[in-house]
């Protein structure tokens, strides 16, 4: 079993930059397909970016280019690096983990949840 516990959301400006984590008790991470995901106010969670046990990356399409999610596998923590921020980013972001080989852009497809960190893009 695995705790998640998200951090580094915050109120930025569009066109800014933050730079969440996701830090890993429990297990270690690199035994796990990890996902990032978002929920804004009224709609539903989406997938984010997930990075497969074997390290590949995948991203949801109006984040590529402008978000990087990676595993520090000696901190044993998950980050999402967001640039270029837009307003439509807003939303509370969370990290998801399984024991699967491959990350999954289906939220239901992951049994570990964070608690989340709020992200507000200012315009």
């Known amino acids: 079993q695995v705790q998640l516990v998200e951090s580094g959301g915050g109120l930025v400006q569009a066109g800014g930059s933050l730079k969440l984590s996701c830090a890993a008790s429990?297990?270690?991470?690199?035994?796990?397909?990890m996902g990032w995901f978002r929920q804004a106010p009224g709609k539903e969670r989406e997938f984010v970016a997930g990075?497969?046990?074997?390290?590949?990356?995948i991203y949801k399409d109006s984040v590529k280019g402008r978000f990087t999610i990676s595993r520090d596998n000696a901190k044993n923590t998950l980050y999402l690096q967001m640039n270029s921020l837009k307003p439509e980013d807003t939303a509370v972001y969370y990290c998801?983990?399984?024991?699967?080989?491959?990350?999954?852009?289906?939220?239901?497809?992951?049994?570990?949840w964070g608690q989340g960190t709020q992200v507000t893009v200012s315009s």
């Open positions: 429990g297990r270690a991470l690199n035994q796990y397909a």
């Open positions: 990075i497969h046990r074997n390290g590949i990356t």
């Open positions: 998801a983990a399984d024991l699967r080989l491959w990350a999954s852009g289906d939220p239901n497809e992951y049994y570990f």
